[in-house]
């Protein structure tokens, strides 16, 4: 006679192997990986410095300072910034996830070359409704800019400050710095701040060099 007490034994045991194995890397990523993702490409000056907008949130879970070496002014890496945003210039990113599958620009679009203090960039957009809304706070042309998330989950209130760090006329330090501090309230909030925590850097990443490399080809 058939029963289904073997199946249901044989799927249970397969999905706690997999939530070990989860689990595992969890603990490894943690131990060993995250301090060096979260400094990515940064110097021990890049990370002690203040940004725009540190002072916003205290002890954030999330303090992440990446940077690139650009061999360009501050002048031309500046406009690359200015008009990021989904659906006008993208991340320069992963455009499919990040952009709606629009190609992120390769060139200056100069419409998106008047932002301002005040004004609000698109992150995404989820059944026609837009999310991750950002707001410019604070905008130092050529020199820094900061934004902090208005909408949308799980990244309300968060900040995003860029910095330019002008070496020489024809090399420059991009720095990003990215802060938020995480919920627990749930089982769902552990995991998904467990899984951005991890992936994160592959957006961030992607986006300064995404930026190096049209501001060195223009």
């Known amino acids: 006679m058939f029963t289904f007490k073997p199946l249901l034994k044989a799927i249970a045991l397969n999905i706690m192997s997999w939530l070990v194995f989860a689990l595992v890397l969890l603990a490894v990523y943690f131990a060993l ?3 060096w993702q979260m400094n990515w490409g940064a110097t021990t000056e890049d990370v002690n410095r203040y940004m725009a907008g540190d002072e916003l949130l205290e002890d954030p879970e999330l303090n992440a300072t990446r940077a690139v070496l650009i061999n360009a002014s501050p002048e ?5 910034i200015v ?6 210039a993208g991340f320069y990113g992963f455009d499919k996830l990040d952009n ?3 190609p992120s620009a390769k060139s200056i679009i100069p419409e998106f ?20 809304l950002l707001e410019v706070v604070e905008m130092k042309p050529n020199k820094s800019m900061l934004w902090v998330f208005l909408k949308g989950t799980p990244w309300q209130g968060a900040t995003w400050s860029w910095g330019l760090y002008k070496i020489d006329d024809e090399h420059t330090r991009l720095v990003s ?8 309230d749930s089982a769902q909030a552990v995991i998904s701040w467990s899984m951005i925590d991890v992936i994160e850097i592959m957006m961030m990443r992607t986006t300064l060099l995404g930026i190096k490399y049209r501001a060195e080809q223009n």
Request: charged letters at 25%; a positive charge; zero cysteines.
């Open 33 to 35: 990986l995250r301090d």
């Open 76 to 80: 031309q890496i500046w406009p690359w």
């Open 83 to 88: 008009q990021i945003g989904y659906k006008r």
């Open 100 to 102: 709606g599958g629009q």
């Open 113 to 132: 070359q008047n932002l301002k203090a005040g004004d609000f960039i698109p992150g995404g957009e989820y059944k026609g409704e837009l999310f991750n």
């Open 177 to 184: 710095r990215l802060r938020q501090k995480y919920t627990f």
